[in-house]
C-alpha cells in the first residue's frame, strides 16, 4: 500500500472516529464553549403548508474551519437531527460554495468565516395565519484548525411565525441565498476511465473564470488533492481530474459545485454519462502555478539542453558523441549534413519523448522526465543495444549500428541522435528543470516547443562544429587514428552496459539480473558469429537471426513489472519521502532536508557522493537535528511526482532545504560539498 492510500485509509479511521466522538463526547461538547458557533434562524413571511427556509449560521473562530458537503480528504460534514411538528418535513441541506485547503497533502473542502447551511422546511397545511410554529434540531460538526480537530455540537430552536415580514431578515437571507452555487440550466456529461474523470460542463464562453474548481458531492470517486485542468470549447467547459486510488466508485450520476472565482460564486451541476469532447483551449485552473512568459521558458530550455551537455548524465554517452565529432573534420559539405541529422535526431526524439509524457499525465498517469527508465523493460532493452554498440566498437561484428559505420551516414547522425537524446535526457540541470517543470503545465503546442529547444541545445555544440569552419578546423584530420579511436569509445559504452546491468539489478532484484544477463552474454556471442561469418566471407544472416531472436525473446519473456526495489543505504539517518512525513517534521520545528533521487540518474549519484554521503553532512545533520526525507524515484511513484510538479520541477536530481522557520529553499542540482553543511549549520 502506497504512502497516500496509507494516508487516505488512516483518514477515513478518523473520519469514523470523528463520528463516534460526536456521539459520545457529546456532554463535554456540550460543556465546553463550541470554536464554530451556531444559531438557527427562519425566513420571514412563511405560509401554511408551504416550503420555507431555515439556515444554521455558522461563526468560526480565527484559524478555525467548519466543512461542506463532501468533507474531501478529511473531515466531516454536518449532521442533523430535526424535532418538527406534526405535518412539516425538511429537506436537504443546500451549502455555499467551499473552497480548499491543502493541509499534509489531504484536500479538504472548508468555509473559514461565517456562513450559512439552508435547508428547505414544508409547514404543517393546517397552520393557522400568526401561528407560532417551534423547530427543533440536533447539529452536529467537527471545527478543525491545521493542526487539531474537535467534535462539536449544539440544540438549535427558533419559532417560524407565519406571515410575518421582516426587511432586516429577508435582505440577510437573501445574502445567503446569493452564498449558494447557482444551478446550472442544463445537464452535464462525465466520462469515467480507469486513471480519471472527464466532464463537459455547458458554460457560455462569456462567463469568466479565475482559478476554477470543481468540487463533487460524492465521495470516493477522484483525488482530491489532484490538479485539475480545464479548457474551454465554444460554450462547453471541459474538466479533466485524476481519479482516486482508494477504493475509487463509479456512480451512474455526478452531483457537484463549479467553483467560478475566489469571491464565492459557483454553480450546481448534475452530470450523466454521456459524450465528452477533447481540445479545447487550455484554461489556468486554482492548482496552476504562475508561469515565466513563453520566450523566457524556451530560453531556459535551450540553456537547459546546451548544459546538460556537461552533466554526469552524458557522460556514459560520450562515445556517441565524439565519434560525431571526428567525423565532423571531413569536408565542409558532408559535416553540415550529419549536424543537421543529428540535431534532428535529437530534436525528434526529444519530441516524442515529450510528446508520450504529455499524453500519458493527459490520461491521468503520476509521471514526469525520465519516465523510460522507470519501466524495468526499457532498462533491459537499453542495456541489450549497449552491449551491441560496445560490440560493434570492438569489430566483433561489421553493421551499420545507427551512427556507427566507419564511413558515417545522415541516416547513422539521426539515428545517433535519437539515442543520444533518449539515453542523455533522464536527469535534469540547471535551467532545464524550471522549463521541463513549465511543460507539464502549459498546453500541448508551447510544451512541445519547450522540448524542442531542449533537444536543440543538447544538440548545439555539434551543430556549431559543423557549420563554423574555425570550429572543426581545430579538430584532428580523418585517418587511420579513427581505427583505434573506435575501439577506444567501446570503454565508456562498455560502462554504460555495465551501468544499466547495475541499474536492472537494482529495480528487479537477482533473479531478474541473472536472466537479463544470461540472455545479454547470447547477444553476444551472436554477434560475435556474425562478424566470424563476415570475415570468412559466409552469410551472416543466421547468426544476425539468432541474435534478433535472443533480443526479442528477453524482452518479451522478462516480465513486465519488477519487484520493488530495495531501499538504498545511507550514512545520513533518511525517512522514505511523504506529503504527511514533511509536515509533521515542519510542525516539530526542525529543519528538513528533501532529497529526490533515482538509480539512473548520474548527476544524482555524483551529488551523493561529493557532497550527500559524506561524514561532515552527517555530523552537521546530527548536530542540527536534521531530518532527512529521502525519496526514491526510481520506480514509478505518484506522490513523489506530484511533489516534483508542485516544486516546478519535471524530474531528478531535486533537492529542497526547509530552515526551522520559513519557506523551503530548492538547492542547485550540482551540489558542493560544503553547501549542505553550511545550510545545517544556518538551521
Known sequence: MNSRRYSLFLTRICQLLAAFALLLLAPVAMAAPNHIAARLVAAPGAEAGKETTLAIAMSPEKGWHGYWLNPGDAGLGMQLDWSLPEGARAGDQRYPVPHTLLVAGLMNHVYESDYAVLVPVTLPADAKPGARIPIRVKAQWLACTEEICVPERAELATEVVLGKADAKAEAKFAKWQRALPAPLDAPATKALAAKTLRLAIPLPASVELENPHVFLAQDKVVDYAAPQTFAR????????????????????????????????????????????????????????????????????????????NIMPCVFPILSLKALSLARAGE????????????????????????????????????????????????????LLLAATITANLLGLFEFAVPGFASEGSPQGAFATGLLAAFVATPCTGPFMASAMGAALLLPVVPALALFAALGLGIALPFLAVAFVPALRTRLPRPGKWMTTFRRWMALPMGLTALALGWLVWKVGGEVYFAVTLLFAVLLVLALFGVGRAQRKGRKARPAALLALFDALACLALLPAAAPEPVEAASILATRPFSAEALAAARADDKPVFVWMTADWCLTCKV?????????????????????????????RDPEITRYLTEQGAAGVPLYVWYPKQGPGEVLPQVLTPALLAERAAGG
Open 233 to 308: 470549447k465554444d460554450d462547453t467547459l471541459l474538466v479533466t481530474i485524476p481519479r482516486a486510488d482508494f477504493a475509487p466508485r463509479d456512480p451512474e450520476v455526478l452531483d457537484g459545485v463549479l467553483k467560478l472565482d475566489g469571491f464565492g460564486n459557483g454553480l450546481a451541476f448534475t452530470a450523466k454519462t454521456g459524450p465528452v469532447p477533447s481540445g479545447g483551449i487550455p484554461l489556468k485552473g486554482a492548482d496552476t502555478p504562475e508561469l515565466p512568459a513563453l520566450p523566457w521558458l524556451l530560453l531556459a530550455a535551450l540553456a537547459g539542453g546546451l548544459i546538460l
Open 331 to 382: 569536408s565542409e559539405a558532408h559535416a553540415r549534413i550529419e549536424g543537421l541529422a543529428y540535431t534532428a535526431g535529437v530534436v525528434v526524439a526529444c519530441l516524442a519523448l515529450g510528446g508520450v509524457l504529455l499524453a500519458l499525465r493527459a490520461g491521468g498517469e503520476q509521471v514526469g522526465w525520465a519516465f523510460q527508465l522507470q519501466e524495468p523493460v526499457v532498462v533491459v532493452a537499453l
Open 607 to 635: 551529488n551523493e557522493n561529493v557532497a550527500i554521503e559524506r561524514e561532515e553532512t552527517r555530523a552537521a545533520f546530527e548536530a542540527a537535528d536534521v531530518v532527512v526525507l529521502r525519496g526514491d524515484w526510481t520506480r
